[in-house]
């Protein structure tokens, strides 16, 4: 758009110094409207490593493209047209696969089909799948005693933790993820992650110093809770039981493996200690890509790139698992019937189930429709009941149209 025949300047355009008014730092890019451009320049403010896809060839995509304009989407009490979905769900990429052909493919926002985008806690997901692989192989399992891979953790609020534990969000550990409180745990320990400004001096160098500082406030197995922390205490375990780090570990047995298109990547602390939670960066496609593996029973043609196994246990809740979920001390954010290694599942059965993110980022697989719809998205607020659930409301009525 041009004014008076020059471009019309946004967000961190033009030549240096940047004006303040358009000027992303770590004390706003989280926040709108900094957080359109923050979300989608990640490694210009926050220091990452690279998830490599290797040298292979991408997995094709092939396409089908609808016209999905006359769609209606349920939305809250009314009816919306698609645009009018991705507008009022402040979507920065759209991407619909039906029987693993893409139908509609949107980029808003300045997103391009190269553009990586913060994936906040989908990246619990991804993780997920590369703990399966090795749980797989044989270096860990979900009875394990978190002590047992990591010794030094012994005579903390970790003993007795279990992987299983983390990977359900069933730990007792004591950590507040209330993210309108920038005083809370959730908050702070982005200090340590370099996602905002030290204003905590006595915070520890890194993260893995930050865990055994941590507290108890129940036994571990107690209701489902969910921390973020649990996450990246997962991490940690995955890592030592490899030997190998977080974004080397996801491009061996991930990103290699299922065809990724372009380079990922992942923020770190000041010790190069990736964020599991909430860090991993990735374009559209290659989400679609990660999906499209969840819905082929974590098959890429004929090779398993996440073990079904591992599939099948998420889809198969422990007999306490939903009980536990419905007692948590907080309402559950209408994703799920319950929570399972690290993803919301729906409907076990069909299967329905996604990994879900802060700020409006998804990952959705609806089994029945052969349908995987990828979204990503920067709310103004961190997270809104009211958009969540009109977003998974349209999506689960889109993905029924286009299966139907």
């Not at 571990?220 to 649990?230: K, N």
């Not at 996450?231 to 977080?246: H, I, P, Q, Y």
């Not at 559209?284 to 196994?309: C, K, M, T, W, Y």
Request: aromatic share 8%; charged share 25%; hydrophobic share 40%.
């Amino acid at each position: 758009m041009t004014r008076g025949g020059t471009r019309e300047l946004g967000l961190m355009a033009g030549a240096p110094p940047i004006p303040a008014e358009r000027l992303v730092t770590l004390d706003n890019w989280q926040d709108p409207p900094f957080n359109r451009w923050g979300f989608q320049h990640i490694r210009d403010l926050i220091p990452t490593a690279r998830i490599h896809r290797g040298e292979g060839p991408a997995w094709a995509l092939p396409r089908a493209e609808r016209d999905l304009g006359a769609v209606r989407l349920p939305f809250d009490s009314r009816t919306v047209d698609l645009e009018t979905f991705l507008t009022e769900t402040y979507t920065d990429g759209f991407l619909v696969l039906h029987g693993g052909r893409v139908i509609t493919e949107r980029y808003l926002n300045g997103m391009a089909p190269d553009t990586t985008h913060l994936l906040m806690s989908v990246s619990k997901s991804l993780t997920s799948a590369v703990c399966g692989v090795l749980v797989d192989g044989g270096l860990l399992a979900p009875p394990d005693l978190v002590t047992d891979h990591l010794p030094e953790l012994a005579g903390t609020s970790w003993d007795g933790c279990t992987v299983r534990h983390l990977l359900d969000m069933r730990a007792g550990t004591r950590f507040n993820e209330d993210y309108d409180d920038l005083e809370a745990d959730v908050r702070v320990y982005e200090q340590i992650y370099q996602w905002r400004p030290r204003t905590h001096a006595e915070l520890p160098a890194d993260i893995t110093a930050y865990y055994p500082t941590l507290a108890n406030k129940g036994p571990h197995g107690g209701p489902f809770d969910y921390r973020s922390i649990l996450s990246d205490l997962l991490a940690w375990v995955m890592e030592r039981a490899a030997g190998a780090r977080l974004p080397d570990l996801m491009s061996e047995h991930l990103w290699r493996p299922m065809g990724a298109e372009f380079d990922a990547e992942v923020t770190v602390d000041a010790h190069g200690n990736a964020m599991a939670d909430g860090g991993v960066c990735t374009t559209l496609r290659d989400l679609a890509r990660f999906g499209e593996l969840l819905a082929n029973d974590g098959r890429r043609g004929s090779s398993e790139v996440i073990p079904a196994a591992w599939l099948r246990d998420t889809l198969t809740p422990d007999a306490d698992s939903v009980e536990a979920y419905r007692a948590t001390e907080a309402e559950p954010r209408g994703l799920g019937s319950y929570y399972r290694n690290q993803f919301w599942v729906l409907d076990p059965a069909a299967p329905i189930y996604r990994g879900s993110g802060i700020n409006g980022q998804t990952v959705f697989v609806h089994g029945p429709a052969q349908v995987v719809i990828t979204k990503l998205s920067t709310w103004p607020v961190a997270w809104e009941d009211g958009i969540a659930a009109r977003t998974l409301q349209a999506m689960l009525a889109l993905a029924e149209e286009i299966g139907g």
